[in-house]
């Protein structure tokens, strides 16, 4: 690899480091009660060479997303990288300064503007803007508008901005959150053999989520606001790299925001972690729409992760790589799906072009081009790859057990997938190890076997998601990922949501089985929003219906609440209910809830 890509080219280095000004005030960052949310001294291994326990192009990657400090990115343009996995842009106005994505913790959004303040004064916060609805660029936005200050600090967002902010997590919430742990390496020790990094950034922070909603939406391209004295032009790019999302162009600054939809790294078509499935062809189409509505009208380009990219050619080189890897990906896809390839025959078909391959910013450090390939053919194709040996497998432990007996034990298989590990063919040693581990999850020997081999795998890895996937598996299976704690619901994004959604997260936990033979309706009538919803029990499915509360209900409900929505937050969370006025069976509301089943934050996933 080392002769292979251009690592003689330093121009990502240089433009990493232009324009700094100040390194953080402190190295760590902490809560209120003193636990550490981030640590900037954490990546200080990565100043010295690439050790052979790291990809040497990905090693590359995390020195680069590890310097931290203020920047400026052009005149009144400024960024702080490297106090969280995202950026925080800061604008100058007459008056103050816009804030652009917030980052995820308050602690570090705090500690952030804290640092532009120390050397560029103490400038008020006069609007706050999010690019998307990802954690990670509004999680920190009660250290920018404070209690009482929403009504002094216009927030902009792109039309559908706090739906899609909380419904991430209504639905498969906790599966995500879980493999999250294994796509971050947040239980990794950091280090040469650990975590270095996400191909983004360094980790995500771990201190306090919050959600201020928007107060004006941003709903059409080449929409222009001014704040403060600054001309914005907006360009919407839904369904990208999240469902709503925006870049921005600054003409009095000539400095163009691309969000997360062009970064210093091939993007996630699908996300290790899970999610809906992106759509790579609108992707590429956007950032065409990019270069066309704003061309010729920016000297710098920048993001909310990574470095900017100077100079109008270099801008236009830079998205013109983007642009084409997510559409040769998505298109090439396409081209062999419809020549009867599967999505794994494709993604060991499909690589990108010469040129590209050469290009940093278009490597596969965050999404890759074999899981985005995988992505787009499940996009288009679902699950099933037409072969009906494929359409009733036996699920993972049967199918496991069937193999071991196959291969004459355990400690047989376990010892032809050391063989094969040896010969160097780690991806089929893993299957066999896999198969051992699945059909007798308590055999020591098996278990060390297949971490192994996940080390190798995780330290050859180029794409930082798959190191770190990888290297938290063989934790797993060494008995030495620590649990994760779960913190109740963060009261601002679950007044966020709509009676929909809360119903929804009810919903979705009801146990089926248990409830087969349980039949009950509730009304939910909400007075600040004058409507009933009705909620109905049967056959083991929750469903719903809402109307205005003037409009008659034929049927009569077992119980019927009367409240408003802070007050069923708080009986949603089991307390209040002697504040509500109901009528009808009281023990309705306790049937349901006693059905709802109760997810676990720690399921295995490298075991069964």
Sequence with gaps: M?????????RDFENADRGFVAGPAAPQVADARGAVVWDTDAYAFLEADCPPTADPSLWRQARLCARSGLYQVTEGVYQVR????????????????????????VETAAAALDLYRRHRGRRQVTAMIYTHPHADHFGGSRAIVPYGRESDIPVLAPAGFLEHAVSEN???????????????????????????????GGVTSSGTVSLVPPTIDVTH????????????????????????????????????CMAENATHTLHNVLTLRGAVVRDARVWGQYLSETMDVFAGQADVVFASHHWPTWGEPEVTEFLTAQRDAYAYLHDQTLRLLNRGLTGPEIAETITLSPALERTWSARGYYGSVSHNVKAIYQRYMGWFDGNPAHLWEHPPVELAKRYVADYGGVRAITERGQEYAAQGDLRFA????????????????????L???????????????????????????????????????????????????????LAVRIDGPRAWDTELTIDWHLTDEQRIWRLTLSNGALTYRSARAARRRTGRPDLTMTLTKPQLLAVLAGHGLDTVTTQGDPTALTRLTALLDTPDPNFPIITP
């Design 221 to 256: 391209t080449e929409q222009e606001e001014t704040i403060d004295g600054v001309r914005i032009v907006f360009q919407l790019t839904p369904g990208t790299e999240a469902p709503a999302e925006m870049n921005f162009l600054l003409p009095g600054h000539r400095a163009l």
């Design 451 to 505: 971490a192994s081999v996940y080390d190798r795998l995780g330290h050859g890895a180029e794409n930082a998601t798959w190191r770190n996937f990888y290297l938290t598996g063989a934790m797993e299976l060494r008995g030495t990922l620590a649990k994760v704690s779960v913190d109740p619901a963060n009261p601002e994004v679950a007044m966020a949501m709509t009676v929909d959604q809360l119903i929804d997260s």
């Design 82 to 105: 490297g106090l969280d996995i995202s950026n925080m842009t800061l604008i100058e106005g007459d008056r103050g300064v816009i804030v652009v994505d917030p980052l995820i913790s």
């Design 2 to 10: 080392t002769t292979e890509l251009p690592f003689d080219d330093v």
């Design 430 to 449: 893993a299957t066999l190890l896999n198969h051992a581990v699945f059909a007798h999850p308590g055999n020591a020997q098996a278990r060390e076997a």
């Design 170 to 200: 209504i639905y498969a919430g906790g599966a995500m959150s879980r493999r999250a742990v294994y796509m971050y390496g947040v239980g990794l020790p950091k280090g040469p053999a650990g975590q270095i990094g996400t191909g983004l």
